[in-house]
């Protein structure tokens, strides 16, 4: 539920007025429902993050019950308890200071927080993930989108290229690959580690791009998480392959190319031959302060 954002030359009022029913007073004292109020700055630099006008006051039923005073807090929802609450219609507003050229959207929501585990739960299971030739066509694409060259500028026949399998957060060989739709990169990242570093730092971005996106952005990567398999499978300590043009692979460890060949270290970060599918806008998963 959104409502009127009133924005004046020094402040912010938001009023608005969210019916509860019985079914939705069940959900929130017994369930593990909340009432969230959100903010979203419009032209952050930073997508899909909640962000906070400063120094402002929440009010549910002419009761404040959220204030803040500083930048502490400015990422996370208000999350109401069920004591300010009742059935039927619920009066809540927001003051708060305006900030220079700051365009907010505000809204009201009942959300269920979620442990990181059933965050990672519902992404692995979601559907549209790309079947395995699918992805793998789009690793070979992306390995051999642009050619190498020789230190005489012709074009290098480069036969394999090396991959690390090290997740960029942990630092650990990933367990679940996984990486957002819109990248356009080959690099992926652990799925556990990204939704735990996602709960600190409360926002979507790709720690190998640096691009923010939705959570609904993210997929588990059918190639890699195929590779991970087969190499878990073998009881190999393997963190880095090396990819052919035909999306074959082999450990980096092993007896690799014959001696003479041409091999390159993959940068992950790697633009050349992939789609930008494009992120939309959707709210947020609401992941729990309970989370191990």
Request: hydrophobic residues 35%; proline residues 3%.
């Amino acid at each position: 539920m959104m409502a009127n954002c009133i924005i004046g030359p020094d402040e912010i009022n938001f009023d608005t007025k969210l019916d509860i029913n019985s079914e939705d007073m069940y959900l929130i004292e017994h369930k593990g429902y909340k009432v969230e109020v959100w903010s979203i700055l419009l032209n952050d630099v930073f997508q899909f993050r909640m962000c906070w006008p400063k120094y402002g006051y929440l009010k549910v039923n002419g009761v404040v019950v959220n204030c803040w005073l500083a930048t502490s807090d400015r990422n996370n929802g208000a999350l109401i308890s069920s004591m300010y609450l009742k059935e039927g219609a619920n009066e809540i507003s927001i003051s708060a200071v305006a900030e220079h050229d700051g365009i907010y959207c505000m809204g009201v929501r009942l959300v269920k927080p979620r442990s990181v585990q059933e965050v990672c739960t519902i992404i692995s299971n979601k559907q549209g993930t790309e079947p395995l030739n699918v992805a793998t066509d789009r690793v070979i694409h992306c390995l051999t989108g642009g050619g190498a060259l020789d230190d005489a500028g012709k074009e290098l026949e480069v036969l394999a290229a090396t991959v690390d399998l090290r997740c960029p957060i942990s630092g650990a060989r990933m367990k679940t690959a996984s990486r957002f739709m819109s990248c356009i990169h080959i690099g992926c990242f652990d799925l556990e580690s990204f939704i735990g570093l996602a709960h600190t730092t409360r926002n979507w971005k790709c720690p190998i791009c640096l691009n923010s996106y939705s959570w609904e952005d993210i997929t588990v990567d059918s190639y890699f998480n195929q590779v991970l398999r087969e190499i878990e499978q073998s009881g190999a300590d393997t963190t880095e392959i090396k990819i052919r043009p035909d999306g074959s692979w082999f450990a980096n460890n092993e007896p690799n190319t014959p001696a003479g060949t041409n091999s390159i270290r993959c940068d992950l970060s790697s633009t050349s031959g992939i789609t930008n599918y494009g992120a939309s806008l959707s709210d947020p998963i609401i992941i729990s302060d309970d989370s191990e």
